[in-house]
């Protein structure tokens, strides 16, 4: 067997050695090795701490026509580098890439995949059956759940794999922990009259929650399905409580009514923020007991639910005084407008307002659409109007992509730079 010199993790490179040196048991040794130790493979690079290599494996013994491993980048990869190539002779497959040591991500394995390219799929509204057929790694012990369609609450789910390097930063109150008092989530099914619909509305109150003493802190957040089961937002509140971080705070979590919906109300839609102010918030000062100071009042999201949050406040700054915004998807526009990144400009149109903010966004978020900037440019575009205007601003890029399996971390990143008793961060004066 001829030596392969393009292969560039060293563990593939002593395989091919040892095949090519006759030793008939390499590859079983090999497998027994994987199993044990789980994938994908990650090795480091001589002289570049900052970098490992990491190597994609699928094992098949069946003929197959292509493997891929797809990364959750927002645009960092195409598939053609997603492509696995197979290890002549071999039940191997593999494809190594060169990244940070400080990702952490999700990725799918995705044998005999069509190869479209993925624009092409969304365009066509076929990305959720194609999705279907990826599926998690085997020989990773790491699942995690991906909605096939985040605005859709009701939506099947899918698993990928978790992908996290060395250095990922910590996150140490996603997981429940044994002795933290547990708050309670109810369930409500929410009717709005200004948008003519109705929705599901959980509602955390921390352990001991009384309607008497000290009104508790306000967290409004969107995508309510999501941050309620991908992000363990009642596990993360109970967490940061029991560590003294935060103070007591009661969260409401909106859902969507379908895709459709969540793409037109999360979108600076007028109408949704009157809904939030006139109708939602009102509806949780009769029933819960909150502050109604909006310095101890946050709203915050992800993506779409990123710029519904910026917006609300923006509408409605005398009821939410904090902005915590994850990969806020600021490069939208109205289709009226000809220029894209509306909502930052309206911060450079208006008077300054009595708003503190926190941004973060993914190093991976870095595709230019033809039209609008990547997500990652629109952050920073919207920090640097930010700072420019002196508002209190946290703003952080942290290794990975447009992926819950990050924002689960940064969610407590956010709120402890907004709100936290002792913020591990201060924001800015």
């Known amino acids: 067997m001829a030596f392969d010199e393009s292969i560039a993790s060293p563990r593939l490179m002593l395989l091919q050695k040892e095949l090519a040196a006759g030793n008939v048991h390499a590859l079983e040794n090999f497998w027994r090795e994987v199993a044990t130790q789980g994938t994908p493979l990650v090795e480091s690079i001589d002289n570049d701490p900052d970098h490992v ?89 790491h699942p ?16 990928a794999s978790i992908l996290k390097l060395p250095q990922a930063s910590p996150q140490p109150w996603v997981a429940s922990r044994p002795g933290a008092p547990a708050g309670q989530v109810e369930l409500h099914h929410f009717h709005s009259d200004i948008l003519g619909n109705e929705r599901r509305v959980w509602v955390y109150t921390p352990a001991g929650y009384t ?30 409580l029991a560590d003294k971080l935060i103070s007591p705070t009661v969260a409401v979590l909106i859902d969507n009514v379908d895709g459709k919906s ?71 526009k109205p289709e009226a407008d000809v220029e894209a990144e509306w909502l930052p400009r309206q911060f450079v149109l208006t008077d300054k307002l009595p708003l503190r903010f926190y941004l973060d966004v993914g190093i991976f978020e870095s595709e230019n659409h033809p039209v609008f900037p990547s997500i990652l440019l629109s952050n920073r575009h919207m920090r640097n109007i930010l700072q420019a205007r002196g508002y209190p601003l946290h703003y952080a890029e942290y290794g990975g992509g447009h992926d819950y399996i990050c924002w689960q971390g940064t969610l407590a990143d956010g709120l402890l730079a907004l709100v936290g008793l002792e913020p591990a961060r201060k924001l800015k004066d």
């Open 53 to 141: 290599l990491v190597t994609f494996l699928w094992q098949t013994k069946e003929e197959i026509k292509n493997a891929l491993a797809v990364i959750v980048t927002g645009g960092h990869f195409d598939l053609l580098d997603m492509q696995l190539s197979r290890l002549p002779g071999a039940d191997l497959w593999h494809k190594t890439h060169k990244l940070r040591n400080d990702v952490r991500t999700i990725y799918w394995m995705a044998p005999n995949d069509s190869l479209a390219p993925l624009a092409e799929a969304i365009k066509a509204k076929n990305f959720q059956e194609r999705i279907r057929h990826w599926q998690s790694d085997p020989l990773n012990p």
């Open 144 to 159: 995690f759940i991906v909605p096939l369609d985040d605005g859709d609450p009701y939506s099947n789910e899918t698993h």
């Open 211 to 240: 309607a008497n003493g000290d009104a508790y802190d306000l967290l409004v957040l969107f995508d309510g399905w999501a941050y309620t089961t991908i992000v363990p937002t009642p596990t993360i509140l109970d967490n940061l």
């Open 262 to 332: 969540r793409s037109r109300e999360l979108s600076c839609h007028a109408p949704f923020a009157e809904f939030l102010a006139q109708e939602l918030i009102p509806w949780v000062h009769q029933h819960y007991h909150v502050v109604s100071d909006p310095a101890r009042t946050t709203i915050g999201g992800s993506s779409s639910g990123g710029v519904a949050a910026v917006f609300a406040g923006l509408k409605h700054p005398e009821l939410f005084g904090n902005i915590l915004s994850q990969s806020g998807a600021f490069w939208w």
